[in-house]
């Protein structure tokens, strides 16, 4: 959704990504093997967890991070406008489901395949 608002071109399950001149060189896991695909710059990239080995913070900058300041940031500093684009009209539970009919034969399935739900 956010390539289409933006208009930026997407590529998505990265788990490899080159940047050079300009354009991006996403490789991605399919059904079949390996894509590669090339997109030009600014793009939206999501990754695959392949992408990266995480990396885990030590006890001592936990430590540390707990003590540095927290510097809050509004959207309107930033010049973002937070308004909502859509409008919810109305919202409903779907209905209810019926219970299910046990049938004795292939004859009968047939009949009410035929007479009820009318789908042959």
Do not use: C, H
């Given at each position: 959704?956010?390539?289409?608002?933006?208009?930026?071109?997407?590529?998505?399950?990265?788990?490899?990504?080159?940047?050079?001149?300009?354009?991006?060189?996403?490789?991605?896991?399919?059904?079949?093997?390996?894509?590669?695909?090339?997109?030009?710059?600014?793009?939206?990239?999501?990754?695959?967890?392949?992408?990266?080995?995480?990396?885990?913070?030590?006890?001592?900058?936990?430590?540390?991070?707990?003590?540095?300041?927290?510097?809050?940031?509004?959207?309107?500093?930033?010049?973002?406008e937070v308004a909502p684009r859509l409008k919810t009209l109305k919202m409903s539970?779907?209905?209810?489901?019926?219970?299910?009919?046990?049938?004795?034969?292939?004859?009968?399935?047939?009949?009410?395949?035929?007479?009820?739900?009318?789908?042959?």
């Amino acid at each position: 959704m956010l390539a289409a608002l933006m208009n930026w071109p997407q590529a998505t399950f990265a788990s490899k990504v080159l940047v050079a001149d300009g354009k991006a060189t996403v490789t991605r896991e399919i059904d079949g093997g390996l894509e590669t695909i090339e997109v030009s710059l600014p793009a939206v990239i999501t990754t695959d967890l392949r992408l990266n080995e995480p990396r885990y913070a030590t006890l001592p900058n936990i430590m540390k991070a707990k003590k540095k300041p927290l510097e809050t940031v509004t959207p309107e500093a930033l010049g973002v406008e937070v308004a909502p684009r859509l409008k919810t009209l109305k919202m409903s539970e779907p209905a209810k489901r019926t219970a299910g009919v046990i049938v004795a034969d292939v004859a009968e399935l047939v009949a009410k395949l035929k007479n009820e739900a009318k789908v042959i």
